[in-house]
């Protein structure tokens, strides 16, 4: 029997986790030395995906220990990289079945940060190129995958057209993209990145922020840990450090998206859809309260020409986001946030919990059934617009 509990799930945020030799397999050879170090900041990362790596050759070998992790695959101790699926592309077929969902947006892991790892500006090109190969060939073998092509907007507008062009020409529908322009240059809603976004609405690819895509920037400060205790060790995966750092993981997507309202990037590009993945929802209805106050302060003080609707207009127009597991999302929906909110497990990360699923139906006594496919299905297929084949 498939986890899913409806047959019109569409998940918008799933993980590859990539084994440490994966990123050098798609690297071109004479970049292959040169790349960054697998877990360089995590070292209990590789004992993990040794660990893992184990596992998948035993249960390759016993029909009996497959089947055992098949009947148990949401359980905690089988995520991570000892997740089902995690990195070999014909087990993740077999899980996609088990999870019985529609579609899913695939996003990296351990390359991902081996790509934010690399120093040297060619380095680091041919490490988004190799993660774009890599991931697009994991996704390959099942249409219901689709994989987010990281498109680096950091070293300007003419060498992310490089990566832009490259994932239009392997297909990719939908593209992961930064939110925080390194200190001396420019923003992202520069007019100079203009073909950048016209090339995006044209190729009707959807965008993604994703938490960890924000360059390295903390809106906490390490200030706060002085009261007496010590600063959290980093918890697994994605998970903020601690509830302090928790509370701002979302303050990187709200700056980039209240500029690209405010600067006339969605104006200039209307057809133009990003989801917020992996950085919770609760805020967003306060959020698009304080975009319009920040309009009504502003627009007499400074040039707002571009804004043509209310800043929550452009909101409910081009923006979606994924709730955490757990969310009180029936309030969301009861909240004006119907239209925005996209189910998703983070399969297999830890963070997705044990049952996501059961998580989000706790919370939505008393909604309605449009509202739940809104959640469920029909958000997703507006996000994935016409490149949604299943």
Not at 26 to 55: M, N, Q, T, V, W
Not at 139 to 155: E, G, L, N, Q, S
Not at 167 to 180: E, G, H, K, L, R
Request: net charge negative; proline share 5%; with cysteine.
């Amino acid at each position: 029997m498939a986890y899913a509990h409806r047959n019109d799930i569409y998940d918008a945020d799933t993980h590859m986790m990539e084994p440490p030799t994966w990123l050098a397999e798609y690297a071109d050879a004479k970049l292959r030395p040169h790349l960054a170090e697998f877990g360089k900041d995590k070292p209990s990362a590789r004992e993990k995906a040794e660990l893992a790596i184990a596992g998948f050759e035993r249960r390759q070998q016993d029909a009996a220990a497959r089947t055992e992790i098949e009947q148990s695959f949401m359980a905690m101790q089988h995520k991570g990289f000892q997740g089902l699926g995690a990195w070999d592309r014909n087990e993740r077929v077999r899980v996609n079945d088990l999870l019985g969902f529609n579609a899913h947006i695939v996003f990296p892991t351990a390359a991902f940060d081996q790509v934010q790892g690399a120093d040297n500006p060619e380095i680091f090109a041919g490490s988004v190129q190799a993660l774009n190969r890599g991931l697009a060939d994991f996704c390959a073998t099942d249409a219901r995958m689709h994989p987010a092509a990281y498109i680096p907007f950091r070293h300007g507008p003419e060498a992310a057209m490089v990566y832009l062009d490259a994932a239009i020409a392997q297909d990719f529908s939908v593209v992961m993209i930064d939110t925080i322009a390194p200190q001396g240059t420019r923003c992202f809603t520069h007019s100079d990145f203009d073909p950048l976004w016209a090339k995006i609405q044209d190729a009707d690819m959807a965008i993604t922020v994703h938490v960890g895509t924000d360059g390295g920037w903390d809106p906490v400060p390490l200030s706060f840990y002085h009261n007496g205790g010590q600063v959290p060790e980093h918890a697994e995966g994605d998970a903020p450090r601690d509830a302090i750092a928790y509370m701002g993981i979302q303050y990187n997507a709200e700056l980039f998206l209240a500029a690209m309202i405010f600067d006339g990037v969605f104006h200039r590009f209307p057809k133009l859809r990003v989801a917020v993945v992996e950085l919770g929802a609760s805020w967003i209805v306060s959020w698009m309260k304080h975009l319009d106050q920040a309009f009504r302060a502003f627009r007499r003080l400074q040039d707002m020409s571009q804004v043509q609707m209310q800043p929550s207009e452009y909101v409910l127009k081009h923006i979606k986001v994924t709730p955490f597991a757990g969310e009180d999302i029936g309030w969301l929906m009861r909240s004006e946030a119907q239209d925005l909110l996209l189910f998703a497990s983070d399969y297999p990360h830890h963070e997705g919990t044990d049952d996501p699923i059961g998580r989000f139906e706790k919370t939505m006594d008393g909604v309605t059934e449009a509202a739940r496919q809104k959640f469920y299905a029909q958000n997703f297929r507006a996000l994935l617009g016409s490149r949604l084949t299943t």
